[in-house]
């Protein structure tokens, strides 16, 4: 949340600025701002709404200087307003600083600098973060060098708990911008003649693919031909440089309108990438090299717990039924924003798994440290490389789905079910799954990005079904084993982006009181692939027929009866029970995001969200 971006080179600041918020705004978008240094003289520009705001403000009154700061704000303290936006100054007005984070003690910190006569102009945290390091460093009786500035730095970050991903630079040192972060991401970007410190890549792959994931409690220093990064305390520290892996074009929308539908369509690659050379039809499994286990250490595994959020976590109650039922072994998916504060009896032999896309998330971050304080082996299934949790975990699987861009989670949902199909295809072999049925797996799984392509060939259809059905005042969806979590997922989806009411339930809790919401303005799109709990399903939609509920049915081929039945049906292909849940996904990802065009909603910027979840 929040996207941050500092920029020292020999160009012009504010159109690198400008295009890297640009990038970024899917991180945050009430409000935005950029403050750039030229001979001495700083320039702020910064207002409520998009960046296409401020890109106006600047456009009638372009701030020069090739040392810059930008920020792309998801509110946390203080409202959305123009003195609330970042960058914020200190006392002085010579210090501007950007934050991604929350400050725990700043009122204490406030009071503290009030009573010296401090006046803040916000309401926000931020602004009393930069007035702490302008105080030190005004305090300072040194000469005003880089490094009196470094150590006011580092002083002032030693005195502030909470999370901070920074930057900030100031007049009197100029030629030098400085960062920092605890628990919100932070990459410092290494080009020619210029470097950059963003809160993600995709910021600043048209300049540079060099990288360093800065890890938590690294200060940083760029100048345009150098950079210095160094422990909170001043002590030198180990760092990689590494190359990004994706391209600028493959972090671009193309020609498709939104993100959202690029991301959606890109699934069979997706879901092809995160299976590539991963599975061997000589031993009938998976291999899963970076989970750093032996076969004899993940046969020792009595117990698994799945921890994520939104998403993340419907992928993970999908991956509980698939390890359950594939390699017989107990497994719970844990909201991690819970896990951390229950203390959850595991024993020893439990193997943990942190699921998220960014790596970011803080509440997956949390648990994930809480699981390994308590000593238990503790593995990521991360896309984002670099990120926090696919570094800190004890080893893990990247899905390899390319970067992810529109607020609303597609193409990551259905590539952590098919890393959890592959980790459960690997646990089953080496418990009871047999070769003849462990090569059915795969098969299965090698046909996947095929049948995704023709449900997405289903698209016109879908928008069609979207049209019919935009006036209704919710929708309720429904799904029994592996189709409950779609069924939560498609309710998600249509909520996040589309504004509508909409719930997710199990097929067979209608009875137990759902019932009572059935009428003709309230849809129910149930979920009913051909499984062991078909026939089930049918008696459900019959239930829901008698009381005048419309019903869209997503349903396999060949299923005349469901034709007859429901109002309409989308068709996905014949597959085995523990492909279809990625098959039954895409359909309502479909429907989520032509229902959400249809009202004119802002599919990837919607309302009150952000991605990428690094505040509590
Ligand atoms: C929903 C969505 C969120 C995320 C959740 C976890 O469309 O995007 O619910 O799934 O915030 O995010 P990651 O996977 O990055 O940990």
């Known amino acids: 949340m929040c996207g941050i971006i500092g920029y020292i080179g020999r160009a012009e600041a504010t159109p690198i600025l400008l295009d890297g918020l640009r990038r970024l705004e899917y991180r945050g978008y009430d409000s935005a701002g950029v403050a750039t240094l030229l001979n001495g003289t700083m320039e702020v520009r910064k207002c409520a709404g998009r960046i296409t705001n401020l890109a106006q403000l600047v456009q009638k009154d372009p701030p020069n200087g090739s040392i810059g700061i930008g920020h792309t704000r998801w509110a ?29 003690n700043v009122e204490q910190i406030r009071e503290q600098l009030l009573s010296q006569g401090h006046i803040f102009r916000s309401e926000t945290d931020t602004e009393v973060f930069a007035h702490l390091i302008g105080r030190i460093f005004d305090d300072n009786p040194g000469p005003r060098t880089q490094r009196s500035l470094m150590e006011s730095f580092r002083l002032a970050l030693s005195q502030v708990i909470g999370t901070y991903g920074i930057a900030m630079f100031h007049v009197d040192v100029p030629d030098v911008i400085l960062g920092a972060r605890r628990g919100s991401p932070l990459i410092l970007g290494i080009g020619k003649g210029q470097n950059f410190i963003v809160s993600d890549v995709s910021a600043i792959l048209a300049h540079t693919r060099e990288v360093v994931y800065l890890e938590d409690y690294d200060v940083v220093s760029i100048e345009r031909d150098n950079f210095d ?84 976590l419907h992928a993970g109650m999908v991956g509980e039924c ?9 497994t719970e998916v844990e909201f991690a ?13 439990t193997l943990v798994f942190a699921i998220s896309q960014s ?18 082996r503790t593995l990521g299934i991360c896309n984002n490389v670099g990120s926090t949790i696919a570094r800190e975990s004890d080893g893990g699987v990247y899905m390899h789905a390319g970067p992810e861009i529109g607020v609303a989670a597609t193409k990551s949902f259905t590539s952590q079910i098919t890393i959890l199909t592959l980790l459960a295809l690997l646990l089953g072999r080496i418990r009871h799954l047999s070769s003849a049925q462990g090569i059915d797996v795969i098969s299965a799984l090698e046909n996947l990005p095929d049948k995704v392509r023709q449900v997405l060939d289903l698209s016109d259809h879908i928008a069609d079904l979207a049209a019919k059905y935009a006036a209704a005042e919710g929708f309720l969806f429904f799904g029994r084993q592996y189709s409950y979590p779609i069924a939560l997922e498609g309710a998600l989806k249509l909520k996040e982006i589309s504004y509508k009411f909409a719930e997710g339930h199990p097929t067979s809790e209608l009875k137990h009181g759902i019932i009572a919401l059935i009428r003709p303005e309230v849809p129910s799109i149930m979920i009913m692939p051909d499984d062991a709990v078909f026939d089930k399903n049918i008696s459900s939609l019959e239930q829901i027929k008698a009381r005048k509920g419309p019903v869209i049915a997503v349903a396999s081929e060949g299923r005349k009866q469901v034709a007859v039945l429901a109002d309409d049906v989308i068709t996905i292909p014949k597959c085995p029970d523990f492909v279809s849940p990625i098959l039954s996904a895409v359909p309502l990802q479909l429907f989520a995001y032509h229902l959400a065009v249809k009202l004119g909603c802002d599919v990837d910027k919607p309302r009150n969200l952000a991605k990428s979840v690094t505040v509590e």
């Open 76 to 104: 946390t303290h203080g409202r959305v307003t123009d003195n609330n936006a970042h960058p914020h100054l200190d006392q002085s007005g010579k210090l501007a600083l950007i934050h991604n984070g929350v400050i725990e």
């Open 229 to 312: 990064i160094r422990s909170l305390a001043g002590t030198g520290t180990s760092f990689q440089v590494s190359q990004v892996e994706f391209t600028l074009e493959e972090a671009e929308k193309g020609s498709y309108p939104h993100f959202m539908l690029k991301e959606i369509f890109e699934q069979p690659e997706a879901i092809r990438n995160g299976m590539r050379g991963r599975l061997s039809k000589e031993e009938s499994t998976a291999k899963l090299g970076g989970l750093n286990m032996s076969s004899r250490e993940l046969r020792d595994v009595e117990r698994i717990v799945l921890m994520a959020c939104g998403t993340a």
């Open 359 to 376: 790596g970011e998330t803080i509440d997956t971050l949390a648990a994930l440290r809480e699981s390994k304080r308590k000593g238990h």
């Open 322 to 330: 698939l390890i359950e039922n594939l390699a017989h072994l107990p």
């Open 337 to 349: 924003s819970e896990f951390r504060y229950r203390n959850m009896p595991m024993n020893k032999d």
